[in-house]
C-alpha cells in the first residue's frame, strides 16, 4: 500500500479520532415515551440521540415555547409601530408645506389643528405602553 514514503488514497472521508462505538438500548412504556418526545420536541433539538446525551451529562437543553397569543400580539405591536413611524414622517412634510404654502394666520390653523392631532396620538401611544406593560406583567412574568 505504501511506495516509499507515499500512501495510496483509498478514498470515503477522514476517520474520526474518537468515534462514537458504544451503544445502548432502552425501551419505554407509552407514557415514559409520551413524556420523553413531548420533553424531546420542546428541545428544539433535532436528533433524539443528541438530546438523551445532552440529558445524561447534564448539558444546558434549551426548552423553546411559542405563545400564539404573544407572538400575534408582537407583530400587531411591531405592524402598528410602523405606521406610528410613517405617521411622523408625514407629520414633518405636512408641516414644511403648511409653512410654504399658507399665510402666517392660516398656517397658524392648521398647525393648532395638528397639534391637537399630535397630543391624541401620544395619548394613545400612552395608552399602548401601558397595555404592553400590563401584557408583560400579566403574561410574561416579568
Known amino acids: 500500500m505504501t511506495t516509499g514514503n507515499r500512501r495510496k488514497h483509498k ?21 415514559d415515551n409520551a413524556r420523553f418526545l413531548s420533553l424531546f420536541e420542546a428541545s ?10 445532552a440529558t445524561l451529562f447534564e448539558k444546558p437543553v434549551k426548552v423553546v415555547k411559542i405563545d400564539k397569543g404573544t407572538m400575534d400580539y408582537y407583530m400587531r405591536l411591531t405592524s402598528f409601530y ?3 413611524r410613517a405617521i411622523g ?4 412634510q405636512v408641516t414644511k408645506v403648511i409653512k410654504n404654502t399658507f399665510t402666517e394666520k392660516k398656517a397658524l390653523a392648521f398647525l393648532y389643528k395638528l397639534e391637537k392631532a399630535t397630543l391624541e396620538l401620544v395619548e394613545t401611544n400612552r395608552q399602548i405602553m401601558e397595555l404592553t406593560e400590563e ?5 410574561l412574568g416579568e
Open 89 to 92: 414622517v408625514n407629520y414633518n
Open 135 to 139: 401584557f408583560k406583567q400579566k403574561y
Open 11 to 31: 478514498g470515503g472521508r477522514k476517520a474520526k479520532k474518537d468515534p462514537c462505538k458504544h451503544r445502548y438500548a432502552i425501551s419505554l412504556n407509552d407514557a
Open 82 to 84: 410602523s405606521q406610528f
Open 44 to 53: 428544539g433539538m433535532d436528533v433524539k440521540a443528541h438530546f438523551i446525551t
